[in-house]
Antibody
Framework: EVQLVHSGAEVKKPGESLKISCKGS????????IGWVRQMPGKGLEWMGI????????RYSPSFQGQVTISADKSIRSAYLQWSSLKASDTAMYYC??????????WGQGTLVTVSS | QSALTQPASVSGSPGQSITISCTGT?????????VSWYQQHPGKAPKLMVY???NRPSGVSNRFSGSKSGNTASLTISGLQAEDEADYFC???????????FGGGTKLTVL
């Protein structure tokens, strides 16, 4: 069974850094793109960017270029989403998702990030 | 602003059918037969309901069906049930470097 398991919820202050993770299991981790999705409170889903763990090819949606860093460590089957300086507007639920060719076929349970002074 | 356009809300009574639309462009919806639909209940992760326009994953009720005409894809839910009340999102494969684009989501209310 394909599973994506997120790291736990985070509460941070503005200006702090953060790295959240998503660990894949039940499939060949290096063979599928992993994407990150933001869902702000009460809002829709936003596609932030993708990474191919097999060769670390990373691509960002224009709105998120320069705002976050996506990375992966294939040796431990994990993908990461990182901020260097959080803002209150980064408060959201973040999901990782497996891209199976043309569609997302598996989602993580999400990591809730709260940024508040 | 999302790349794909969905109505903000739709509603229907139990037993009725409803259709949710998802409108894109030649770079996504009409360019490929790769539209997928997701259901999201409050506080839960999205769930794949339809992929490649009209295919259902194992375990998804046959009350959910998809179609496409030109730039617009549609999700139809027949025999509405209370448990269908949720948000629904469409995604299309796209020629962009990030592979997919999202719809803004539609809130389905079962009256």
């Amino acid at each position: 069974e394909v599973q994506l398991v997120h790291s736990g919820a985070e509460v941070k202050k503005p200006g702090e850094s953060l790295k959240i993770s998503c660990k894949g299991s039940g499939y060949t981790f290096t063979n599928y793109w992993i994407g990150w999705v933001r869902q702000m409170p009460g809002k829709g889903l936003e596609w932030m960017g993708i990474i191919y763990p097999g060769n670390s090819d990373t691509r960002y949606s224009p709105s998120f270029q320069g705002q976050v860093t996506i990375s992966a460590d294939k040796s431990i089957r994990s993908a990461y989403l990182q901020w260097s300086s959080l803002k209150a507007s980064d408060t959201a639920m973040y999901y990782c998702a497996r891209l199976n060719g043309d569609h997302i076929d598996s989602w993580g349970q999400g990591t809730l990030v709260t940024v508040s002074s | 602003q999302s790349a794909l356009t969905q109505p903000a809300s739709v509603s229907g009574s139990p037993g009725q059918s409803i259709t949710i639309s998802c409108t894109g462009t030649s770079s996504d919806v009409s360019g490929y037969n790769y539209v997928s639909w997701y259901q999201q209940h409050p506080g839960k992760a999205p769930k794949l309901m339809v992929y490649e326009v009209n295919n259902r994953p194992s375990g998804v009720s046959n009350r959910f069906s998809g179609s496409k005409s030109g730039n617009t894809a549609s999700l139809t839910i027949s025999g509405l049930q209370a448990e269908d009340e949720a948000d629904y999102f469409c995604i299309s494969y796209t020629s962009s470097r990030t592979h997919v684009v999202f719809g803004g989501g539609t809130k389905l209310t079962v009256l």
